[in-house]
């Protein structure tokens, strides 16, 4: 049973057990679902209000306080996209167009990006729901997500993390969390219902306080039908549907394919002693090539090798190794649309060379191919429970300090600062901007 004496019943149980005393706090969507099993479920929760079209939720949190949870039904959305995971627009994409698909009430003063659907966005939002749930529920106001709940003169970053087709196929989500180290964290999923064009809006918050405003109960009607109609209108608002479509091609998947005869070959610079040469490539002062060099493993890496390639051609181009918060195989990588269009040309021209000095040094006729606009090839299932056990393991460690031996002397290491790097290891921050041509 929780602090309340609800019955938890196996789900819930876990999570509670193993977290309660650690500082565990989520940072996706996955993690959301990993540390509250039944976050979207009814068994573990109690009602505050349920209507036909929403209900008003709350649970204690598995990692201290209180969880607030909004379930807004039956909003029909008008031009859904076919691929239903798609209707939240990635956070960096939404920021960056701001200007051009503008959204009342929100103002985006700066955006950092982390990658494709990952970003840390800096701004404000005023609207008349989210003031009103400020005032009945208090810190859920004030401490939880300014973001959406604040002085609408005052500016918050939040990183911004988007999942699609999680927890279940069709599912759209975004988590929330600042980074400063405030216990401030939200989820936001949308998940389509049997009807067609019908979706369930969740919006799952936690409060650092550990009772429930029940003080407030009179006004619960009030605030579910505003939360609902807020809801339709920002899943319907005016651009939505044009902002869905750039999304949806504002990336493009790179795949690269048979190199069975070692690493593939990049131009070599003047300064370098070439591995082979090839006089189809002098017209165009790609005469000379060396063999790719993995940085620090084995493995291949195409977002690596790529970006060496683009980088010797003379472009400094952003490549990635994840999309949407899932991880690729390999041999794929993630390009900006604009980013790729801008080098297209010139990569075509040079990566054809590329084969033949390939076969010249390997002999044989085959050579490492390039595709582009190909389906993603996400790594295996096993991989994430494997990143989260890993999270676990590092999460019970953190519990007690290491006794560490300097010299003569027994220190007591800071397990804190260790624990915060562990645990928020996160890919290296990019600005979001277009290639540079180096001359």
């Not at 919006?203 to 405003?213: D, K, N």
Request: proline share 6%; with cysteine; glycine share 6%.
């Amino acid at each position: 049973k929780d602090a309340e004496g609800r019955s938890l019943r196996g789900k819930a149980i876990l999570p509670i057990r193993i977290f309660s005393d650690m500082a565990v706090r989520p940072q996706a969507v996955e993690d959301w679902c990993h540390l509250m099993p039944n976050l979207l479920e009814q068994e573990g929760w109690t009602t505050a209000l349920a209507t036909e079209e929403a209900s008003l939720t709350h649970s204690c949190c598995p990692w201290g306080g209180h969880l607030i949870r909004f379930e807004l039904k039956n909003i029909h959305v008008q031009d859904a996209p076919e691929k239903t995971g798609n209707i939240m627009v990635r956070p960096e994409v939404r920021s960056l167009l701001h200007q051009e698909f503008p959204i009342n009430g929100i103002r985006v003063e700066s955006m950092e990006v982390k990658g494709p659907g990952e970003a840390v966005v800096q701004g404000s939002m005023s609207w008349s729901v989210v003031r009103l749930c400020g005032v009945l529920f208090g810190d859920m106001g004030s401490q939880v997500m300014n973001y959406f709940f604040h002085d609408p003169d005052s500016e918050v970053s939040w990183h911004q993390k988007l999942r699609r087709d999680y927890p279940r196929h069709g599912d759209s989500a975004c988590a929330f969390w600042m980074e400063d180290g405030r216990p401030q964290e939200c989820v936001m999923l949308v998940r389509p219902q049997a009807e067609k064009d019908k979706f369930t809006a969740f919006v799952v918050a936690r409060v650092p306080e550990g009772r429930f405003a029940n003080w407030a109960s009179s006004h619960f009607s009030f605030v579910l039908k505003t939360a609902h109609s807020t809801a339709d209108w920002f899943l319907n608002r005016p651009g939505i549907s044009e902002l869905r479509q750039v999304d949806e091609r504002f990336y493009v998947v790179v795949s690269m394919q048979s190199f069975k005869r070692g690493m593939p070959l990049l131009p070599a610079f003047d300064d370098e002693q070439p591995d082979t040469e090839i006089d189809a490539g002098e017209p165009y002062g790609l005469k000379r090539w060396v063999r790719y060099e993995t940085a620090g493993t084995q493995k291949f890496h195409l977002p690596e090798y790529l970006k060496i390639f683009l980088s010797r051609l003379g472009y400094e181009v952003e490549t990635y190794d994840s999309l949407d918060s899932e991880t690729l195989v390999p041999y794929q990588c993630v390009l900006k649309r604009e980013d790729w269009e801008l080098v297209h040309a010139r990569f075509h021209e040079a990566y054809p060379l590329q084969k033949t000095a390939y076969r010249r040094a390997n002999g044989g006729s085959g050579a490492p191919g390039v595709h582009e606009d190909v389906v993603p090839k996400i790594v295996s299932a096993a991989a994430e429970v494997a990143n989260w056990q890993e999270l676990l393991q590092a999460a019970k460690e953190a519990k007690e300090p290491k006794l560490v031996v300097r010299n003569t002397f027994l220190d007591l290491e800071d397990q804190e600062e260790e624990q915060r790097q562990r645990l928020r290891r996160r890919p290296k921050t990019t600005a979001l901007s277009r290639p540079v041509y180096v001359h």
